[in-house]
């Protein structure tokens, strides 16, 4: 069974220079056994490279990596229990799956009954057992997928790595491999540390996420958490399609203002005293439309610019303030460009962020 | 479906509708004689005859009598062919004081060539794969001084060469030759090897190592099995290079070493007796033989090779 308390994987103060860049700075994460972790940010941040240090595929610059308590930051990849998954499937292209999936059991001199026992197991958890002969090149992109697992899962380690094991693959798949990767982790219940840039598979497998920019960690909470209380205002506009709305404007006597909109704050959890000039916050599927708009703590008429159905839902480009302000509503709405719509914001779904500092408030 | 628009969309095979459709349709026709076609063609033709003439006068030559040979016309194919003259270059022809033809050259070739091409490429595809994937300290140092080894012109060294040998007593015989053939052949295969493994995808090697292969596991078994047309590359190089010196065959080893090339020079630059040239037009061809068939065999082993290559892993 999991243990929630007990830790897997804990970096300490880690720095890494590559000579003179800095890519990761100070940088401190605690993952939990049986957690599914996942890195998210832009491109370049530093997602791979945190990974590859885990890995011990790069030499740290400064700091200290723990593996289920063992100091592991000078060992070998191989003694690490670890196993990895890359984007580029990374199978070796002249061994048949069951060569490949057995290559680092033979390295480590399991016996060879052993082997053909283990590597059965894994091609049936991945339902691979019909490729084992192959060579990679005869196989689609999710079955090269499918046995990249499969060498990880042979190894029988404690922590899998998954550096965006999905990207290369078409939609229609990456969404189905998701559900898959979802269902082994239930299943194995190993520690898993997953990266992506890909929001969607961030919230829909993490147990929690970490978002990172610059090299350092802005926010590690739950999905539910970043989603409904970004730390700064960097999360904020980072989760979410589209991105949340953002007013600037003053907080004062318990009151956010600016032109048009006035919104009291009393429902609001502060995180800190605030008083000044101040990023209001609201995601477009938290603005009440339609017979709800009047319950909001503030109500406001705005004019739809642009409406992009998309089935399942609608979007609405409005503007407010001169900024614009994105609504999302079901769709069956009626509304067309050009109308007059009523919405209300409720304080509750709100954010505040200092313009200083762009945390939250 | 009265439509003829929508028929020749759902139906564009059927003929009555292709028969209905005027303009340009299909592939573009060419003619065969276009002034580009002329120019193309002519250049080429040009160019290959430029090539192949002198070969021809050779062979044609190598197979004629000197009788024959001394009417003068050199183009004129043999009358009377004979393979004298062939044998003679093989094993009678005198260089010096002993008479058995190229055939002792070829062995010394051989004997130079085999252990240099193996010695050279074991090492600098090992120097290579280390530079590309194992990023020691002062490695880009390492290289850097290699490289700059590859422009430093053969004549300045020879003579150091002449007395490292010396010191080390390998001077005049075939080890020393091969150890010269290594060590110069080092910087290009060096570099050769580097941009190759460089251009392998990195994620392979990281795979491996996490799979808990060391350094000699991932050459032998990641790298080398994908790394055939490179390995053919560096073979046609080495071959061609080693077997067609000449320098350092002349200053490094005894007459009873020399290797082909600096024979061949004996032969037709020999001083006595008459010029026999239908017996230097065989020798020289027997000597260029060996680079021509490597050529030839590796040279669609090495299509092949790229060809096995593109299959993405
Ligand atoms: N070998 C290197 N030398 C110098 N800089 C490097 C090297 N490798 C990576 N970097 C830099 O480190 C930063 C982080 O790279 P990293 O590969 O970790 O990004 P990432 O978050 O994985 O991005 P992506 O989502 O595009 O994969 C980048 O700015 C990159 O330019
Ligand atoms: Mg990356």
């Not at chain 1, 993952?31 to 890995?55: H, M, Q």
């Not at chain 1, 399942?312 to 067309?336: P, V």
């Not at chain 2, 130079?112 to 300290?137: C, D, E, H, M, Q």
Request: aromatic share 10%; proline share 5%; charged share 20%.
């Amino acid at each position: 069974m999991t243990d929630a308390n007990r830790k897997s994987v804990e970096i300490k103060n880690l720095d890494l220079n590559f000579g003179a860049v800095k890519v990761l700075r100070n940088l401190n994460l605690d993952v939990y056994e049986g957690e599914f972790l996942v890195l998210l940010g832009s491109s370049g941040c530093g997602k791979s490279t945190l990974l590859n240090c885990i890995a011990g595929l790069l030499e740290i610059t400064e700091g200290q990596i723990w593996i289920k308590g063992t100091n592991v930051t000078w060992a070998e990849p191989s003694a690490r229990g670890i196993g990895m998954v890359f984007q580029s499937y990374a199978l070796y292209p002249q061994m048949t799956v069951e060569g490949n999936m057995s290559f680092g059991l033979k390295n480590a001199r399991v016996p060879k009954p052993q082997i053909k026992e283990r590597v059965a197991r894994a091609a049936e958890v991945l339902q691979i057992e019909p490729l084992l002969k192959r060579k990679p090149s005869a196989l689609s992109g999710g079955q090269r997928q499918r046995v990249a697992i499969g060498r990880a899962l042979v190894r029988d380690v404690d922590v899998f790595l998954f550096d965006e094991p999905l990207s290369n693959l078409d939609a229609k798949l990456r969404a189905d491999l998701r559900v898959e990767l979802k269902q082994l982790h239930h299943r194995l219940k190993n520690t898993m540390i997953y990266v992506t840039h890909d929001q969607v598979e961030a919230m829909t497998l993490a147990s929690r996420i970490a978002i990172m920019k610059d090299g350092m960690i802005q926010q590690l909470a739950s999905p539910e958490e970043i989603y409904s209380r970004p730390a700064n205002l960097y999360v904020a506009d980072f989760i979410g399609s589209p991105a949340m709305n953002l007013v600037k404007g003053t907080v004062s006597g318990n009151r956010f203002t600016s032109g048009a909109l006035s919104i009291p704050l009393d429902g609001y959890d502060f995180t800190r005293p605030a008083k000044g000039e101040a990023w209001f916050g609201i995601r477009p599927e938290h603005i009440l439309v339609g017979d709800d708009a009047r319950t909001g703590d503030a109500v406001l008429d705005l004019e739809a610019e642009v409406v992009e159905p998309l089935g399942s839902d609608t979007l609405i480009l409005t503007s407010l303030n001169g900024g614009r302000f994105w609504l999302r509503t079901d769709g069956q709405t009626r509304i067309r460009s050009g109308d007059h719509i009523t919405v209300g914001l409720r304080t509750a779904d709100a954010s505040l962020f200092d313009t200083g500092d762009e945390a939250r408030l | 479906m009265s439509d003829p628009g929508i028929l020749a969309v759902t139906k564009a095979g059927t003929d009555p509708v292709r028969a209905q459709l005027d303009g340009p349709s299909g592939t573009r026709p060419r003619r065969l004689i276009s002034r580009r076609n002329i120019f193309l063609y002519g250049t080429l033709i040009l160019v290959s005859l430029y090539y192949l003439l002198p070969l021809y006068v050779m062979i044609v030559t190598s197979l004629k009598g000197m009788p024959e040979i001394r009417m003068g016309n050199i183009f004129a194919p043999p009358v009377e062919i004979t393979f004298e003259p062939w044998v003679k270059a093989w094993s009678e022809a005198c260089t010096g004081l002993n008479c058995d033809g190229l055939s002792r050259g070829f062995w010394n070739s051989v004997r130079i060539t085999v252990p240099s091409v193996i010695l050279s490429i074991a090492i600098a595809s090992v120097n290579g794969y280390a530079l590309a994937n194992w990023r020691f300290k002062g490695a880009d140092i390492f290289f850097t001084i290699l490289i700059f080894g590859a422009f430093i012109p053969y004549q300045v060294m020879l003579y150091p060469i002449v007395i490292l040998l010396r010191e080390m007593g390998l001077y005049g015989t075939l080890w020393g030759l091969v150890l010269v053939h290594s060590v110069f052949g080092m910087p290009i295969l060096t570099l050769l090897f580097r941009n190759y493994f460089t251009s392998l995808p990195e994620e392979l090697f990281k795979a491996a190592r996490v799979d808990g292969a060391g350094f000699w596991g991932i050459y032998f078994q990641i790298m080398l099995p994908m790394s055939l047309p490179i390995f053919v590359v560096a073979m046609i190089l080495q071959v061609t290079g080693i077997w067609n010196d000449f320098l350092f065959g002349v200053v490094y080893t005894k007459p009873e070493y020399y290797p082909m090339t600096v024979q061949l020079n004996n032969i037709v630059n020999s001083v006595q007796g008459v010029k026999e040239y239908n017996v230097n037009m065989a020798a020289t061809i027997l000597t260029g033989l060996v680079p021509l068939v490597i050529y030839f065999v590796s040279g669609r082993l090495f299509v092949r090779g790229i060809a096995a290559g593109a299959v993405k892993g």
